[in-house]
């Protein structure tokens, strides 16, 4: 950073921020400079003759160069210890409320909510580069220009009016008119103020497809001469369905380019510039016009069209009841209006059919944001946002901050899901939390979506009793569908019935008969690398903490070390017993059994059915995902196995079998939070089944059929569950009753580590209200990773008092640098 100005860095300030300038004669802003590694504001003066506003675009001196920033906030006055002469000043106004007013507000509230310095919040929200990029342009404004309008001005001013009235449009980016005229800011300044020349922002252009090569396979049978290598690639190439992106296909048959143009010699596969694969149907969309709603559509409709300025709506639809069907007919107005809206989904690449939904029924005017855009398309895609036409933008959970204007309505799909809940780096914020401040500066509804909504939300819904508030049903699948009916299997008693594969009897007769009767089915494995922890084979036990009411954490600090059972909220250790303290049995069940394993049995058992897995490992590519479902959709194989990716939003009518491998993956985990997740996740899984005509299926296995979570899947009750699983956060004051704040703190030295975390937890008994648990320290549950050490401390307090917390980033400055230290407010994941 050796071209900033240092005389002019300050540090981020602690008073609050200003909206609006005072009225002195002389006025500082601060402005976030467009320099990706420049991470202070920088004060400037503005001239007296420029008029500004917070979130104006501008250009200012930085070094020696001229670069774009945008202007944070006012100061009263210049900040102490900075000799006011060597402030600079603003160069000129660039644009003008280049955001909508409330943006300012919302990413402050961001900031203070979620501990993080405003500009850390500013840059989470803003794509790279957005500055840099933005050209600004001189346009002459022909119709204001006196006759002789030369006499009047500066040499300068003359020398920049004549260039402009050479050409034709009278239009320039101010970067050539001060390449062609020396002094030409001086001249520039003079004719704006006159306003014969206006300067503006380059409008983006569309963003236009890119072409990459594709391999497509055309010899129906292959040349004789083929080594056994090249056949092996068109093998591949046949298996991915007989088209693939060159770069892919290179990488998944490990040969080179060259070897895949000799194929193309010998008239095997042809290679061509294509912008989509024509095997993937983005972008083949078929039309489609508003359906027929059922009654509790009608309804939930109905409501929601007649909803005025901020209101928050919970739709609470069973898996397939039609809730998609509903959003779109209640945006459709909007666009008609003028308006827009923003729909977040959990994880785009999950979501294609919700995004080709929307494509469907209103084309171009849906817009897909998320952070698997590159730089590029990102910037593109936000330019474009804001010239204000109405449209719709589909985005994961970063999408909350796009500067659409005149926003309609804010839609959550599947509000319940985790992914909308940042984990690292801060700010940490939940989508759905900045969703409803964002729909309460702009004063528009927010629509809350999901099967199996979070308890936050059903809490907060049950009890406000305001008129802005609304809870929607639809209990029904569409056509009155059945929910698919439910078999637990315990495997406990298969164990006893000398069943020793992983799939019990019932599983299997049902594999069995998928085949012959031309259907498809679900595998589900709960996400690996979680289950960490014990049960016994023999009677299902699981070691708890004796305290805690969690299931103890299993501790291996490496491969021959004793392993060890641990409770990482009160840190209460124990050694793993040699036998099960319920039933004596010497046999545990260390709990993590993997797609491919899972993979593996499947093929051994039933040979003759074809399996595509959808996990981490296999969806690794841009486009996997979608890739992978289309094959299934279009039955190259009749199960698909997978992780929780595969839970949401799937909707294809063909499935009518699901099987959950082992459901205790999901059941006991050390997080108070796991029988919320494991109720969401097994009743979405289970929703895959049965959609269409046919009538589906499920299939649960597991050590503890007993579980509540269990038998509340069992019985389709979300209501009972969410009851019963309330009181018992009332109790230990967990959220939705109580909030929580995670303190993460990690480094190389174990002690250390430990030894600060110590010190932090004495700090936070030192300044925290009465009325704030500090739990902890303790470490994390899985302790080290990448080679740091892990420990945690766990705020816990009533809503009442979080107003009170001092600002907790001051216990910052008691870590020693070797240790990082992050916040994690409302975390979603406390292990
Ligand atoms: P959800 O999002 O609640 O799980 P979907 O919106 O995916 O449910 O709807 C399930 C299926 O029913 C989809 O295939 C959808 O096209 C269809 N569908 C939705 N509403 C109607 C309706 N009113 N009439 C007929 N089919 C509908
Ligand atoms: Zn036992
Ligand atoms: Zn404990």
Not at 239 to 260: F, Q, T
Not at 474 to 483: A, C, K, Q, T, Y
Not at 818 to 831: C, G, H, M, T
């Given at each position: 950073?050796?071209?900033?100005?240092?005389?002019?860095?300050?540090?981020?300030?602690?008073?609050?921020?200003?909206?609006?300038?005072?009225?002195?004669?002389?006025?500082?802003?601060?402005?976030?400079?467009?320099?990706?590694?420049?991470?202070?504001?920088?004060?400037?003066?503005?001239?007296?003759?420029?008029?500004?506003?917070?979130?104006?675009?501008?250009?200012?001196?930085?070094?020696?160069?001229?670069?774009?920033?945008?202007?944070?906030?006012?100061?009263?006055?210049?900040?102490?210890?900075?000799?006011?002469?060597?402030?600079?000043?603003?160069?000129?106004?660039?644009?003008?409320?280049?955001?909508?007013?409330?943006?300012?507000?919302?990413?402050?509230?961001?900031?203070?909510?979620?501990?993080?310095?405003?500009?850390?919040?500013?840059?989470?929200?803003?794509?790279?580069?957005?500055?840099?990029?933005?050209?600004?342009?001189?346009?002459?404004?022909?119709?204001?220009?006196?006759?002789?309008?030369?006499?009047?001005?500066?040499?300068?001013?003359?020398?920049?009016?004549?260039?402009?009235?050479?050409?034709?449009?009278?239009?320039?980016?101010?970067?050539?008119?001060?390449?062609?005229?020396?002094?030409?800011?001086?001249?520039?300044?003079?004719?704006?103020?006159?306003?014969?020349?206006?300067?503006?922002?380059?409008?983006?252009?569309?963003?236009?497809?890119?072409?990459?090569?594709?391999?497509?396979?055309?010899?129906?049978?292959?040349?004789?001469?083929?080594?056994?290598?090249?056949?092996?690639?068109?093998?591949?190439?046949?298996?991915?369905?007989?088209?693939?992106?060159?770069?892919?296909?290179?990488?998944?048959?490990?040969?080179?380019?060259?070897?895949?143009?000799?194929?193309?010699?010998?008239?095997?596969?042809?290679?061509?510039?294509?912008?989509?694969?024509?095997?993937?149907?983005?972008?083949?969309?078929?039309?489609?016009?508003?359906?027929?709603?059922?009654?509790?559509?009608?309804?939930?409709?109905?409501?929601?069209?007649?909803?005025?300025?901020?209101?928050?709506?919970?739709?609470?639809?069973?898996?397939?009841?039609?809730?998609?069907?509903?959003?779109?007919?209640?945006?459709?107005?909007?666009?008609?209006?003028?308006?827009?809206?923003?729909?977040?989904?959990?994880?785009?690449?999950l979501?294609?059919?919700?995004?080709?939904?929307?494509?469907?029924?209103?084309?171009?005017?849906?817009?897909?944001?998320?952070?698997?855009?590159?730089?590029?398309?990102?910037?593109?895609?936000?330019?474009?946002?804001?010239?204000?036409?109405?449209?719709?933008?589909?985005?994961?959970?970063?999408?909350?901050?796009?500067?659409?204007?005149?926003?309609?309505?804010?839609?959550?799909?599947?509000?319940?899901?985790?992914?909308?809940?940042?984990?690292?780096?801060?700010?940490?914020?939940?989508?759905?939390?900045?969703?409803?401040?964002?729909?309460?500066?702009?004063?528009?509804?927010?629509?809350?979506?999901?099967?199996?909504?979070?308890?936050?939300?059903?809490?907060?819904?049950?009890?406000?009793?305001?008129?802005?508030?609304?809870?929607?049903?639809?209990?029904?699948?569409?056509?009155?569908?059945?929910?698919?009916?439910?078999?637990?299997?315990?495997?406990?008693?298969?164990?006893?019935?000398?069943?020793?594969?992983?799939?019990?009897?019932?599983?299997?007769?049902?594999?069995?008969?998928?085949?012959?009767?031309?259907?498809?089915?679900i595998l589900f494995i709960p996400r690996?690398?979680?289950?960490?922890?014990?049960?016994?084979?023999?009677?299902?036990?699981?070691?708890?903490?004796?305290?805690?009411?969690?299931?103890?954490?299993?501790?291996?600090?490496?491969?021959?070390?004793?392993?060890?059972?641990?409770?990482?909220?009160?840190?209460?250790?124990?050694?793993?017993?040699?036998?099960?303290?319920?039933?004596?049995?010497?046999?545990?069940?260390?709990?993590?059994?993997?797609t491919?394993?899972v993979a593996?049995?499947?093929?051994?058992?039933?040979?003759?059915?074809?399996c595509i897995r959808f996990d981490s490992d296999t969806t690794?590519?841009?486009?996997?995902h979608?890739?992978l479902l289309?094959?299934f959709?279009?039955?190259?194989?009749?199960i698909l196995l997978g992780t929780q990716m595969l839970t949401?939003?799937l909707?294809?009518?063909?499935?009518?079998?699901?099987?959950?491998?082992?459901?205790?993956?999901?059941?006991?985990?050390?997080?108070?939070?796991?029988?919320?997740?494991?109720?969401?996740?097994?009743?979405?899984v289970?929703?895959?089944?049965?959609?269409?005509?046919?009538?589906?299926?499920?299939?649960?296995?597991?050590?503890?059929?007993?579980?509540?979570?269990?038998?509340?899947?069992?019985?389709?009750?979300?209501?009972?569950?969410?009851?019963?699983?309330?009181?018992?956060?009332?109790?230990?004051?967990?959220?939705?009753?109580?909030?929580?704040?995670?303190?993460?703190?990690?480094?190389?030295?174990?002690?250390?580590?430990?030894?600060?975390?110590?010190?932090?937890?004495?700090?936070?008994?030192?300044?925290?209200?009465?009325?704030?648990?500090?739990?902890?320290?303790?470490?994390?549950?899985?302790?080290?990773?990448?080679?740091?050490?892990?420990?945690?401390?766990?705020?816990?307090?009533?809503?009442?008092?979080?107003?009170?917390?001092?600002?907790?980033?001051?216990?910052?400055?008691?870590?020693?640098?070797?240790?990082?230290?992050?916040?994690?407010?409302?975390?979603?994941?406390?292990?």
């Amino acid at each position: 950073m050796d071209n900033s100005p240092s005389c002019l860095a300050v540090a981020e300030p602690t008073a609050p921020y200003q909206f609006h300038s005072s009225s002195g004669q002389e006025r500082w802003v601060e402005v976030l400079t467009d320099c990706p590694s420049v991470e202070e504001l920088f004060t400037y003066r503005v001239p007296p003759d420029l008029s500004l506003q917070p979130g104006d675009i501008v250009s200012i001196p930085f070094g020696a160069q001229i670069t774009g920033g945008i202007v944070i906030r006012f100061l009263d006055s210049p900040p102490p210890g900075l000799d006011p002469q060597k402030i600079k000043d603003v160069e000129e106004a660039i644009a003008a409320q280049f955001f909508p007013s409330f943006y300012w507000q919302l990413l402050e509230r961001v900031a203070r909510h979620y501990y993080t310095p405003l500009i850390i919040a500013i840059r989470a929200a803003l794509p790279p580069g957005l500055l840099r990029k933005s050209q600004r342009r001189i346009r002459l404004n022909r119709d204001a220009l006196p006759s002789g309008a030369e006499t009047f001005c500066s040499a300068s001013a003359q020398a920049v009016l004549r260039l402009l009235q050479q050409q034709k449009a009278g239009d320039y980016s101010a970067q050539h008119i001060q390449r062609k005229i020396r002094g030409a800011r001086q001249g520039l300044r003079e004719l704006l103020k006159r306003g014969w020349v206006e300067s503006y922002l380059q409008p983006p252009k569309r963003p236009r497809p890119k072409q990459q090569k594709a391999v497509t396979l055309v010899a129906n049978t292959l040349p004789l001469d083929l080594t056994p290598r090249q056949r092996e690639v068109i093998e591949v190439l046949r298996r991915k369905g007989g088209e693939l992106w060159l770069s892919e296909l290179c990488k998944s048959s490990n040969a080179s380019s060259s070897a895949i143009e000799t194929l193309e010699r010998k008239g095997c596969v042809v290679i061509q510039y294509r912008e989509i694969l024509r095997l993937s149907s983005e972008g083949t969309v078929t039309e489609d016009s508003p359906k027929a709603l059922t009654s509790a559509q009608a309804q939930a409709l109905d409501c929601i069209r007649n909803l005025e300025g901020f209101s928050r709506v919970l739709l609470h639809g069973v898996t397939g009841s039609g809730k998609t069907e509903v959003y779109l007919q209640a945006i459709a107005p909007l666009l008609e209006r003028g308006q827009s809206a923003l729909v977040l989904v959990p994880e785009i690449g999950l979501t294609p059919q919700l995004t080709d939904r929307f494509r469907a029924r209103f084309r171009d005017r849906v817009c897909v944001y998320h952070s698997a855009l590159s730089p590029g398309e990102r910037y593109d895609t936000w330019r474009q946002m804001l010239q204000g036409e109405p449209q719709v933008v589909i985005g994961t959970r970063s999408a909350i901050f796009v500067p659409l204007p005149n926003l309609g309505a804010i839609v959550l799909d599947e509000e319940h899901d985790s992914s909308f809940k940042q984990q690292q780096p801060t700010p940490t914020y939940h989508a759905r939390t900045v969703a409803q401040w964002r729909a309460e500066l702009e004063d528009c509804p927010l629509i809350l979506g999901s099967a199996t909504p979070s308890l936050e939300s059903w809490v907060e819904i049950q009890q406000d009793p305001s008129t802005s508030c609304h809870y929607l049903s639809l209990p029904e699948r569409i056509e009155s569908r059945p929910l698919p009916p439910i078999t637990i299997v315990d495997m406990r008693r298969e164990l006893h019935q000398g069943n020793r594969s992983i799939f019990s009897d019932a599983l299997q007769t049902a594999l069995r008969t998928l085949k012959q009767q031309g259907r498809q089915g679900i595998l589900f494995i709960p996400r690996r690398g979680y289950s960490t922890f014990v049960s016994c084979r023999s009677c299902g036990y699981v070691i708890e903490c004796p305290d805690c009411d969690v299931s103890l954490s299993y501790h291996r600090v490496h491969e021959d070390a004793t392993p060890l059972l641990r409770c990482h909220y009160c840190n209460h250790t124990q050694l793993h017993p040699p036998q099960c303290p319920e039933c004596a049995s010497p046999y545990f069940k260390f709990f993590g059994s993997g797609t491919q394993r899972v993979a593996q049995e499947l093929a051994k058992a039933f040979p003759e059915l074809r399996c595509i897995r959808f996990d981490s490992d296999t969806t690794r590519t841009k486009g996997a995902h979608r890739r992978l479902l289309e094959r299934f959709a279009q039955g190259e194989a009749d199960i698909l196995l997978g992780t929780q990716m595969l839970t949401k939003g799937l909707d294809l009518a063909q499935v009518t079998l699901v099987g959950v491998v082992s459901a205790d993956g999901l059941l006991h985990r050390s997080d108070y939070r796991a029988t919320e997740r494991a109720f969401q996740t097994l009743t979405q899984v289970v929703g895959r089944a049965g959609r269409g005509d046919d009538p589906g299926q499920a299939i649960i296995q597991t050590y503890t059929p007993e579980h509540p979570v269990i038998q509340a899947v069992y019985r389709h009750d979300y209501h009972t569950f969410t009851e019963n699983t309330l009181k018992q956060r009332a109790e230990h004051n967990y959220p939705p009753y109580g909030r929580v704040i995670l303190l993460r703190l990690s480094g190389l030295d174990e002690g250390e580590v430990q030894a600060t975390a110590e010190i932090i937890a004495q700090a936070c008994h030192n300044i925290l209200p009465s009325g704030c648990e500090i739990l902890g320290p303790a470490p994390a549950s899985i302790m080290r990773v990448s080679r740091r050490y892990r420990w945690n401390i766990l705020l816990k307090f009533p809503p009442s008092v979080g107003e009170k917390l001092p600002d907790l980033l001051q216990l910052r400055a008691l870590c020693p640098q070797s240790i990082s230290f992050a916040l994690d407010v409302d975390p979603l994941n406390i292990e």
